[in-house]
C-alpha cells in the first residue's frame, strides 16, 4: 500500500484539482454510479471527541474507501487542528488496502470545493457581496475557495468570537478585497452569497435576515443537533444538499424535516444540477441554499486524486501489509 503523509497533501492538491474531484463525483451520485455508506459518527466520552467513518464506493472513478477520524473541540490546546482524520483507500477489485493518506487538509480542501461548486451553480451570476459566518480553521479554506466562483467586490462576516474575524480580513487583503465586520441583520441583507461554517448547535441566522436572490451555503451542520440557520429559511429557500440521506439525518434539513416544516422530496442533490437533471436555481430572486454536510466521496474522490499525484512525484512511501 502507498502512504502519502498529512505533511505533503497540500502541494499535491491544488484548490482547482479539489473543485474537479467534488464537481465530478456529485454527478457521479446523481448518475446512481456512485454511493455513500450510513455514517457512523459518535461522542466516545473521552477529550469531548466525536468520532466515526464515513465510507463509498464510487464506480465510476474506482474509487472504494473510508474517511476515520473526528472533531477533536481541545486540540488547539495541543497546537493541532480540531479535526483529524486519515482516508483508507481499498482496490475494489481484490478488497487490498490501496492506500492511507492523511485526511486535514484534504477535508478543509473537499468541503470548500462543495460550497465552491454551489456558488458556481446556484448564486446569481452577478454576485458581488461575500458574507461569511464563522471564522475558525475550515473558514478560511471555504472563502479562499469562495472568491474564486464569482468576481466578489467585498466580503463581510460575523463570528461568535469577533476576535477570529482577523483570519479573514487577512485573506481580504490578500485577495485585493475590502473586509467589514458586521452584525446578522446587515450580513444577510448585504451579502449575495452567504457561507455559514461553525460548530453551532442553536440558528445563528434567522430566515427574515436573508435577503432575496441570495444563495447560502450551510457547511457547518454535520451532526445530529448541530444548527446554524433558523428552520423557516429552508421553507423560503430551495433546498439543495450533496446527498438528501445525509441533509435530513445529520445536515441543516435535519430541523425543518424533525418539525414538519419541509419533506425530504422538497431537497434536490447537487449532482442534478451538475449533471444537468434539474435547472438549480429559477430566478434572480430564489434564495437557493445548499446543506453541505460532508460525503466520503467527497474524501474518497480527492485522496485518489492525491494519490495519482504523489505517485507521480514519487513522493508516496510504498509498505507491504
Ligand atoms: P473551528 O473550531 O476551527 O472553528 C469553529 C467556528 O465556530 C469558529 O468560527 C467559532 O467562533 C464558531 N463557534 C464555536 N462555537 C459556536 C457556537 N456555539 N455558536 C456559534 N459559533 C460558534 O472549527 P472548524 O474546523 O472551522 O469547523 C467548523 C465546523 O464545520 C464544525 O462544526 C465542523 O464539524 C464542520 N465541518 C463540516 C464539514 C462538512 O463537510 N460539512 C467538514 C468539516 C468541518
Known sequence: MLIVPENRIAELMTPEDAFEAVESVFAAMARDEAYNFPVIREAIGHADALYGFKGGFDRAGAALGLKAGGY????????????????????????RVAAAVGGNYLTAARTAASSAVSIKHLSRPDSKVLGMIGAGHQAAFQMRAALR???????????????????LADIATEAGLPFEEVDLDRLGAEADVI???????????????????????????????KQEV?????VRAAVFTDEVAQSVSIGEAQHAIASGLIEASAITPIGKVIAGAHPGRSSAEEITLFDGTGVALQDLAVASAVVERARAAGVATEVEI
Open 72 to 95: 477533536w473541540p481541545n486540540n488547539h490546546e495541543r497546537g493541532i487542528i480540531n479535526h483529524q482524520s486519515t482516508i483508507f483507500l481499498f482496490d475494489p477489485d481484490t478488497g
Open 149 to 167: 466562483q464569482r468576481d466578489f467586490e467585498k466580503v463581510i462576516g460575523w463570528n461568535l468570537h469577533p476576535e477570529m474575524l482577523s483570519r
Open 195 to 225: 457561507i455559514s461554517i461553525t460548530s453551532s448547535f442553536a440558528p445563528i441566522l434567522k430566515a427574515a435576515q436573508v435577503s432575496p436572490g441570495t444563495h447560502i451555503a450551510c457547511m457547518g451542520t454535520d451532526t445530529k443537533g
Open 230 to 234: 433558523e428552520p423557516e429559511l429552508l
